[in-house]
């Protein structure tokens, strides 16, 4: 039996996925892309002298490899498909064809085999237009097989085409890739694998059901040749009819009914409901493995369902999508990333262990009990603890959207900044440490808050990203020798850090490291910060004088001077500004006129 064309009575039977191998290039499934490029080689008589084909197994690269042999040595062409009707068609699908050589490097890895073929590449081909040689499996190769080969395949022969297939690309020598056109060959899709057996399927006078053939794509993984393997085992099994059943116990799946069933026990939280279907499974033979890769596509299908409810053509294990959308609406995506996060790490494990029911029953009580700690928490919290949890999952929404704000929502939030700011300052000024900051100013010295200025970026590079982040609009403003004064530019990062107990211990840390000082940190907006100062600057009648020595000065007039020039510098003319940034202050000199 060839390509579905029933003969006579064979005395052994004949493999699904040998007779129903593809014969031309229309009949592989799926990779398009390399069939295209192929044919256009073909039509427009421009092929290389070798190829390289890689791919995972049964996606078709031998196929291709006799096809396009097939194609290129056609009586009728070269054309884009083999006629398989010409003798030399029919003397390369069935082997015989002494210019189309099949070497399988796996059995033949050693030097002496490549050199056998070198010794007649020479030789011109006897009845066909090219001599083709397919190496399978060529990663199998020695490297003084590759050696050998290397030579031949810089400068071969006009009459000579090399394929190369492989499913391990990484393992060849790369001066053996640069010279091959290659071709990488993807998995095959569900859809096209289930295509593909309803074809043969027709032909054999079977019947089968979708979720039949759905669980044998899936259990595929993406090679046609596994699929037909599978399927003809199935087939032998169930008879003239194959059930969903049928193929679930051959392939070793999982059906739907147990993954609904196993689904609502871990969501109401009944451990016993679930342990009970898992032991059903690995008794009746599953595979712990592959039930934990399973259950990783099902809760992939539940997330999907329950984000993007409408994609139901990218479901992979389930079929039903109406069914399962109520079940999924129950879960949360939090916990469903948690599910196969949990299931990914135990099927990590398993790896390395024998002990694989074991691990499969922790990670089914892990996802069972991974919520109830939150729970937990958010039922025995007291109302006033609840409501602290609010409001710091308020602010920290809120600073979220601050920080992933573009820059025309920042303008926007500061032009409303002044309403906001006022009524959050009204709120809360009772919390300004007012008193802590005029004790600042009265000892504030130019040396303390220069050293601090100096050492900040270096400060905020050894902090933690979320801490720098957070710091990352703030300024020192003023400082004596034991505190300093941070002004923020919104409050609620301000009331966000005065909170953060490990930010406050990373700052004094990374400021005693650098600085050699253990500085006290205040914590002030920048709308609080401004009236303080202007509060202290109209108390204490300080004005700036620019003709005033220094020594003339008051003691507090003389510590205040440390920060007034930030005071000043706000109303400073822009001229002067500049000059004392590129030349320093004591080379300017101002003079009225």
Not at 399 to 412: D, E, F, G, H, R
Not at 550 to 569: D, N
Request: proline residues 3%; negative net charge; aromatic residues 6%.
């Amino acid at each position: 039996m060839q390509n579905g064309e029933k003969g006579e009575m064979q005395l052994i039977y004949q493999a699904l996925y040998r007779a129903y191998r593809p014969q031309t290039f229309g009949e592989m499934s799926g990779q398009q892309a390399i069939k295209q490029t192929l044919q256009n080689t073909l039509l427009h008589q421009k092929t290389t002298h070798a190829y390289l084909f890689s791919g995972p197994r049964g996606t078709g690269k031998t196929s291709a490899a006799k096809i396009f042999a097939k194609a290129l040595n056609c009586e009728n062409g070269p054309a884009t498909e083999p006629c398989n009707e010409c003798e030399t068609c029919k003397s390369i699908t069935e082997g015989s064809n002494t210019d189309v050589t099949e070497f399988d490097a796996a059995s033949n890895s050693r030097v002496e085999e490549i050199r056998d073929i070198i010794e007649r590449v020479h030789v011109a081909p006897s009845n066909a237009r090219f001599k083709v040689y397919i190496i399978d499996e060529v990663h199998m190769l020695s490297n003084s097989a590759f050696n050998a080969l290397l030579k031949t395949l810089e400068e071969p022969p006009a009459h000579v085409v090399f394929i190369l297939a492989t499913t391990e690309p990484h393992k060849l020598p790369l001066t053996i890739i640069s010279r091959c056109q290659r071709f990488d060959f993807k998995p095959i899709t569900a859809g096209e694998i289930m295509q593909r057996m309803r074809k043969v399927l027709d032909d054999i006078g079977v019947k089968a059901e979708d979720g039949a053939m759905r669980a044998i794509a899936q259990a595929a993984t993406g090679g046609m040749r596994d699929a037909l393997s599978m399927l003809d085992q199935a087939v032998s099994f169930s008879g003239d009819e194959l059930t969903t059943e049928d193929a679930l116990l051959v392939t070793g799946a999982i059906g739907e009914e147990i993954f609904y069933q196993l689904a609502q026990a871990i969501q109401a939280k009944d451990a016993g409901s679930a342990l009970t279907l898992l032991h059903q499974l690995i008794a009746e033979g599953k595979d712990v493995g592959r039930l934990a890769e399973d259950m990783i596509t099902f809760f992939r299908d539940i997330l999907l369902l329950g984000t993007a409810p409408e994609l139901t053509d990218l479901l992979e294990l389930i079929s039903d999508g109406e069914k399962f959308k109520e079940l999924a609406q129950g879960f949360h995506s939090d916990d469903l990333y948690r599910y196969i996060d949990i299931l990914s790490k135990t099927q990590q494990e398993m790896r390395f262990s024998n002990h694989g029911k074991v691990y499969i029953e922790s990670a089914l009580l892990k996802m069972i009990h991974s919520g109830d700690q939150r729970v937990a928490s958010s039922s025995a919290a007291d109302p006033e603890t609840a409501q602290k949890l609010a409001a710091l999952e308020q602010t920290v929404r809120q600073l979220q959207q601050q920080l992933a704000a573009s820059p025309v929502q920042q303008a926007t939030a500061e032009s409303q900044a002044p309403t906001r700011r006022a009524a959050s300052t009204a709120s809360r000024s009772a919390k300004v440490p007012t008193g802590k900051i005029v004790e600042v100013l009265k000892s504030a010295t130019k040396s303390d808050i220069r050293t601090i200025r100096e050492q900040w970026a270096g400060m905020m590079q050894s902090l933690q990203r979320s801490h720098a982040a957070l710091l990352e609009e703030t300024e020192p403003v003023a400082a004596s020798e034991s505190a300093f004064v941070l002004k923020f530019k919104y409050e609620i990062h301000c009331l966000m850090a005065s909170e953060n107990g490990t930010l406050q211990a990373g700052l004094s840390e990374a400021l005693l490291r650098l600085t050699g000082k253990a500085y006290e940190v205040i914590y002030v907006a920048e709308d609080s910060w401004l009236k303080v100062r202007q509060d202290f600057i109209q108390k204490n009648g300080l004005t700036v004088q620019k003709n005033r020595e220094f020594s003339q000065q008051s003691e507090v007039e003389q510590s205040a001077s440390a920060f007034m020039e930030e005071a000043t510098l706000e109303q400073a003319d822009p001229l002067v500004t500049e000059a004392e940034k590129l030349f320093g202050k004591d080379f300017i000199t101002i003079e009225e006129d």
